[in-house]
């Protein structure tokens, strides 16, 4: 709720976007940002914007209104009137979603003109992951919640090692692991299960000569293929 206008006013700086430019730009926003007045604020500054909504009370109110649901994956959609006059056109749609076998509703507000329900929706779902895809596999992979500092600056750097690390994992997983049995894996799974075969590295001054994995680990050797892959930068 407060760190929003900040952080758009950020980017806009580091980014030096005119007010066309920014006609160009979206806001994906989840429901703890997509207050009326946020939305209105990015309008104003002539962002595009998809973002949920973050009434609960408002989501089950326009849900009400609905007469025909289409279906969406495990969820269903429908189109309603938009629930205030945010100051431009915009849509509005509700989500139904089953949840312990009652269901929960949840809206959602655009600028943007696709040419069905679905594609509106999925293009919410592209948004940012970052508490998922960063925060909470560091926690889990590199063991960042495990490991505390007791003074600023040594915590500090532990973070910064940390998200040197990430950016290592994320760089080897795309290199390296697509379209190997090893595609799914995450952090945990990277460090846990392959970065943790033993085995050794022989050097010829500071050239990598090869690498040999214990090969009675079960995943040795589609895991050499992958190492082959990344040094070569295939």
Wanted: glycine letters at 6%.
């Amino acid at each position: 709720m407060t760190c929003l206008q900040p952080a758009v006013l950020a980017a806009e700086t580091a980014l030096d976007l005119s007010p066309d430019q920014r006609k160009r730009v979206v806001w994906r926003l989840d429901g703890g940002a997509g207050s009326d007045d946020h939305i209105r604020w990015l309008l104003d500054r002539n962002y595009q914007v998809m973002a949920k909504g973050m009434s609960n009370r408002r989501a089950e109110a326009l849900a009400h209104q609905v007469s025909r649901w289409d279906p969406y994956g495990d969820a269903w959609l429908a189109q309603v009137e938009p629930p205030v006059d945010y100051g431009q056109p915009v849509q509005a749609f509700v989500k139904r979603r089953l949840v312990k076998g009652e269901p929960y509703h949840s809206y959602y507000i655009t600028t943007l003109k696709l040419p069905s329900k679905g594609r509106l929706m999925a293009r919410y779902d592209q948004r940012g992951g970052a508490e998922v895809e960063q925060f909470r596999n560091d926690k889990d992979g590199l063991s960042l919640a495990a490991r505390r500092k007791r003074r600023l600056p040594a915590q500090t750097a532990l973070i910064l090692l940390t998200d040197v690390a990430h950016n290592l994992l994320a760089d080897f997983r795309h290199l390296a692991l697509q379209k190997t049995p090893f595609q799914a894996f995450g952090p945990k799974r990277i460090v846990r299960d392959l970065l943790a075969i033993p085995g050794m590295l022989v050097w010829n001054g500071s050239q990598l000569k090869s690498i040999d994995l214990l090969a009675t680990h079960p995943y040795a050797k589609d895991l050499l293929i992958c190492l082959e892959r990344y040094c070569s930068g295939d």
